[in-house]
């Protein structure tokens, strides 16, 4: 930690002194004109209420990471639990919450998986598709509606008027060598990804390949991830478009220590997902509606024992439909957002049987905006659940422009998490077992925050205080005793957090670009349980992240430094560095992960891969 401090003070210093006029980053206006739609109202990024991170296209080339998981563990809030490295599996938290209590979209698209939120993140996309990634914090479940407890993520892909292609192929090592169990040679794999987008004024399609397989880091953590990819838009006119997706992952990895260890040695796990979505958006002068259908099929395959498929074996077949009509209408008040959704969940199972369930939400928005200075967002979703009834979750943002670069705000919200199907139905002792009569989730949040922006600079700090009622985590009294989910109590946490970003232009060709991040959260659970927890004593505490960008000419360099400490664990930094070198329409870079050889896990009983070392190459097609 002293000598990232040191580093940073050092950059920051040497700008200081050799900074000749600085030019308005390109960077920062690129995010001035992003528009957050939340699926309804449109809300500039300048000018919106709530926490919301922007993690954009020229950002993500920069870092040294090669999937979305990776991707996701520098982002200020965010808590990534990886079991499998190399983009294998993870869960996501938000701001200290649970996995199950954040949301993640993709174009809108929630991926909500009622079996387990443990395979919420198999995403269809590869890294290179991805035109930015939104984090939104706190309770929006007036947004996004049920499970958005303490917050969403929705990644936006490339959608380009331009035709390209792009080839990026990667390959490393830790050069250990194998243990005994898993052969001879070394530990190592790679990747290739296969991005194309065919675009005019009137139509894109955009297509995506990926493949990845490393043979472990330790023994039986050989993973093989195969993705594909379709978004299409295609424009009718001006007024009425198309959209249509389709996505299909194939994950397989070795999963020793994920769930259940130490017995778990050598099992296995399969997951296989395919989303279908067709939308279209229709605009009548000041109204637009936007009607989508999507269908999320998973397929969860999990081997106890990978040699002996006949024991401890788990399979899960889990079918969501989502149908949606979102709507928004302008009047001299202000701007309207309204409409519905359905959700009808079916699963059949090996050891949950087989569950449906039902959902469905109404919901309103007002957004207005007056004397050019204060912005208002005001709203509420109205929720029915076959197995939860009906609730309510308002919620209200304002924001005050103070000038041109500083900005108040302050929001208050509230929001639901259903337990999943695994919470409620799991019948798989001696290991988990599930509790049916488990209550949701309930929780109201409440944040205010202070932004400053100009050309060249960006700064905001917030403090929020949440309250969960009915708060979940799994329990067991002893080591001979199976985990059972159970609704311990309350659960009140606060947390301030910072984040500071710059790009500047140093002497001649050097550039230089720093960011940084810190969070703080403070716990408080109410509850008379004194079993051992599976989950909350986990929860982050601090989180320090610090990135800087140095740029030459065709060569650049990033580094990127996390610290993180857990409520019981002791902290651990994780140094990250890429140099690369940019040629006509190539790129050629080398990664060095885990610099410091740190000794870490992130979840479970997974100790993550120790010093790595990488190669990439990447090549892009425009047609002129």
Not at 438 to 467: H, M, P
Request: glycine share 8%; with cysteine.
């Amino acid at each position: 930690m002293k000598k990232t401090f040191i580093f940073l003070a050092v950059s920051v210093c040497f700008e200081l002194a050799w900074a000749q006029e600085e030019k308005p980053s390109q960077l920062h206006h690129e995010l001035d004109e992003v528009i957050i739609h939340g699926n309804r109202i449109e809300i500039p990024f300048v000018e919106s209420a709530r926490d919301i991170q922007i993690i954009s296209q020229e950002q993500i080339a920069k870092m040294p990471v090669r999937s979305v998981n990776e991707l996701l563990t520098y982002v200020g809030g965010l808590d990534i639990r990886q079991r499998g490295p190399f983009g294998g599996q993870a869960d996501v938290s938000i701001d200290g919450g649970t996995f199950e209590q954040s949301l993640v979209l993709l174009n809108g698209i929630k991926l909500i998986d009622d079996q387990t939120a443990h395979i919420m993140m198999n995403i269809p996309v590869p890294i290179d598709a991805i035109e930015r990634v939104e984090v939104l914090k706190g309770a929006a479940a007036r947004i996004y509606g049920v499970n958005a407890l303490t917050g969403a993520i929705n990644i936006v892909t490339k959608k380009e008027s331009t035709s390209f292609v792009s080839a990026h192929l990667y390959s490393g090592s830790s050069f250990k060598r194998k243990e005994e169990e898993d052969g001879s040679g070394i530990y190592g794999g790679g990747g290739l990804q296969l991005v194309g987008n065919y675009g005019d004024e009137q139509q894109n399609h955009l297509f995506a390949l990926s493949q990845d397989s490393y043979n472990g880091q330790r023994y039986n953590t050989a993973l093989n991830n195969s993705r594909f990819f379709y978004n299409g838009n295609y424009y009718l006119d001006n007024q009425h478009s198309v959209q249509a997706l389709i996505g299909h992952i194939d994950n397989r990895f070795g999963a020793n220590g994920f769930y259940a260890a130490p017995g778990d040695k050598d099992s296995e796990e399969i997951d296989k997902t395919t989303l279908f979505s067709l939308s279209s958006k229709h605009r009548w002068g000041d109204l637009t509606l936007m009607p989508r259908i999507s269908h999320r099929y998973n397929e969860d395959d999990y081997r106890y024992f990978k040699q002996d498929l006949n024991t401890a074996r788990s399979r899960h077949f889990t079918n969501a439909l989502m149908l949606e009509l979102n709507g928004r209408f302008s009047t001299s008040m202000g701007e309207f957002g309204v409409g519905w959704e359905s959700r009808m969940t079916r699963i059949n199972s090996s050891n949950i049987g087989k569950q449906e369930r039902d959902n469905h939400g109404i919901y309103a928005e007002f957004k207005g905006k007056y004397w050019n200075k204060l912005i208002a967002v005001a709203g509420t979703y109205i929720n029915y659940n076959t197995d939860y009834n009906w609730q309510v979750y308002p919620g209200l943002d304002l924001a005050y422009l103070l000038d041109n670069t500083w900005k108040i705000s302050t929001s208050i919200g509230s929001a639901q998490r259903i337990p999943s199907f695994t919470d409620l139905y799991l019948d798989q002792p001696p290991g988990n077992v599930g509790n049916p009569k488990l209550q949701s989730e309930n929780a109201w949040q409440y944040e205010v925050a202070v932004d400053y922006s100009t050309g060249r600079i960006r700064a905001k700090t917030g403090y929020f205080y949440r309250d969960i009622s009915g708060f979940i985590d799994w329990i067991r009294e002893d080591e001979s005793q199976p985990y059972a989910p159970y609704n311990l109590g309350d659960n009140k946490i606060q947390g301030i957090y910072g984040r500071l970003s710059q790009q500047v232009l140093l002497v001649g060709r050097h550039n230089l670009g720093y960011r940084m991040s810190y969070n703080y959260l403070k716990p408080k659970i109410s509850f008379d349980n004194t079993g051992q927890s599976k989950y909350v004593l986990e929860n982050l505490k601090h989180q320090f992240i610090i990135g800087i960008n140095y740029n030459y000419g065709r060569v650049s360099l990033d580094v990127e430094n996390r610290y993180i400490k857990r409520e019981l664990n002791s902290g651990y930094d994780v140094l990250d560095a890429r140099i690369k070198y940019q040629l006509k329409s190539s790129l050629l870079y080398a990664d060095i992960t885990n610099i410091l050889n740190s000794a870490y896990r992130e979840a479970g009983a997974v100790p993550m891969p120790p010093r790595w070392f990488s190669l990439g190459m990447k090549y892009k097609w425009n047609r002129k």
